[in-house]
């Protein structure tokens, strides 16, 4: 048990407080709820960040796709007028 200068329950003032074996002070109920509070906003912005990414990968991956497709049409569409032409694009 030490000194702590400090606020506890609103009250500005020097107060007796415990301390862990490493000189530590050992939170209040209210500053753990404080600290547990901190800490669930950080998971909601890592999982916020998460989910972005998520979105950003899958943006990508669709626009990769609807590229690839695009040029499968394309392709299609090339082999397609050879074959006008009487030209066999497998033999090219």
Same mark, same amino acid.
């Given at each position: ?29 209210? %500053?753990? =709820?404080?600290? $547990?509070?901190?800490? &669930? /906003?950080? +998971?909601?912005? @890592? !999982?916020? #960040? *998460?989910? %972005?990414? =998520?979105?950003? $990968?899958?943006?990508? &991956? /669709?626009? +990769?796709?609807? @590229? !690839?497709? #695009? *040029?499968? %049409?394309? =392709? ?17």
């Amino acid at each position: 048990m030490g000194l702590w200068q400090g606020s506890y329950q609103e009250t500005q003032g020097l107060w007796l407080r415990w301390y862990d074996a490493d000189g530590n002070w050992i939170p209040t109920a209210n %500053e753990r =709820a404080q600290l $547990e509070s901190l800490r &669930a /906003d950080s +998971e909601r912005e @890592r !999982a916020d #960040s *998460e989910r %972005e990414r =998520a979105d950003s $990968e899958r943006q990508r &991956a /669709d626009s +990769e796709r609807e @590229r !690839a497709d #695009s *040029e499968r %049409e394309r =392709a299609e569409l090339l082999a397609a007028r050879l074959r006008e032409l009487n030209i066999d694009p497998d033999q090219l």
